[in-house]
């Protein structure tokens, strides 16, 4: 998967001096950072994913914004359903390209203890657009077949919103994962994508994958942001997860372009 990696952003290691009564501090988030966060771009200029890991277990977000670090906030996607981790994964959508963001970090962490961090900034970049490719036309198709559901939470209809902050996750199929698509009518395909879900600890990340259409395969192609262009027609598509890191596989989003 390609990844468009903004450089390290440096914490302060001053500790917020910003009293809450009752002797209690918000204290810097540098304090539980192990790593400095790293923002992962999206092509399309459009959402982005901060990483973060911290020494303790903690529950953290993002606020974020172009008028200051607020507006918006994102958290982690994680198969916890909210608890408490050190490896974080937030992502960000609703943004626009070529736009200076500013945000800030929170979190409570296992000791009881407010964790903040001083208000940062990125960039997004230009779109990368797919218009040669045409339109997804795989965004609100029918899912008709699926190798499992992790939870409601991570349907297989989450695969086809077009919404880069929801995601598919099969329970455990690792390199058995599948998801099979009804577009509505026979369409002419001339780019497909996977866009991976993966959890922060490298798992669940799919890697390769391949298209069934009428009993024909296609690919391996690379799983990851930018589509592979093709050329076939069909209606019912079935991607297959070829080679992953195991674990929950998944999509965020499967993508079907028609020119």
């Known amino acids: 998967m390609r990844r468009f990696l903004l450089p390290f952003l440096v914490l302060g290691l001053a500790a917020a001096a910003c009293s809450t ?16 966060p790293v923002i992962e771009f999206d092509p399309s200029g459009t959402a982005a994913t ?9 529950v953290c977000a993002v606020a974020y914004g172009t008028d200051g670090p607020s507006g918006s906030i994102a958290t982690d996607q994680d198969m916890g359903g909210g608890a408490g981790h050190s490896d974080h994964a937030a992502v960000m959508t609703g943004l626009q390209p070529d736009t200076e963001y500013q ?51 991570f349907a297989a ?8 902050a929801t995601e598919w996750s099969s329970r455990g199929d690792g390199n058995d994962a599948f ?8 369409t002419d395909v001339t780019a497909i994508g996977f866009r991976t879900r993966s959890m922060s600890d490298g798992s669940a990340t799919t890697e390769t994958f391949t298209v069934e259409v009428d009993g024909t395969m296609y690919g391996p192609f ?12 069909g209606q019912v ?6 080679s992953s890191s195991g674990g929950n596989t998944g999509a965020i989003d499967v993508e079907v ?3």
């Open 50 to 58: 901060l990483r973060v890991t911290t020494n303790l277990d903690a």
């Open 237 to 242: 598509l079935t991607f297959h997860v070829e």
């Open 21 to 36: 009564g009752d002797n209690e501090v918000v204290r810097d988030f540098s304090e539980i950072a192990v790593t400095d």
């Open 103 to 153: 945000y800030r970090l929170q979190g409570v962490a296992a000791d009881g203890n407010i964790y903040r961090s001083e208000v940062l900034t990125f960039t997004t970049p230009s779109a990368t657009t797919t218009q040669a490719f045409g339109p997804n036309v795989a965004a609100g198709a029918v899912v008709v077949d699926v190798s499992s559901e992790f939870s409601a939470d």
């Open 257 to 259: 372009f028609s020119g």
């Open 222 to 233: 690379p799983a990851g942001p930018t589509a592979s262009e093709v050329s076939f027609t």
């Open 179 to 186: 998801i099979t698509i009804d577009l509505g009518e026979v």
């Open 157 to 164: 209809a989450n695969a086809v919103d077009g919404d880069l």
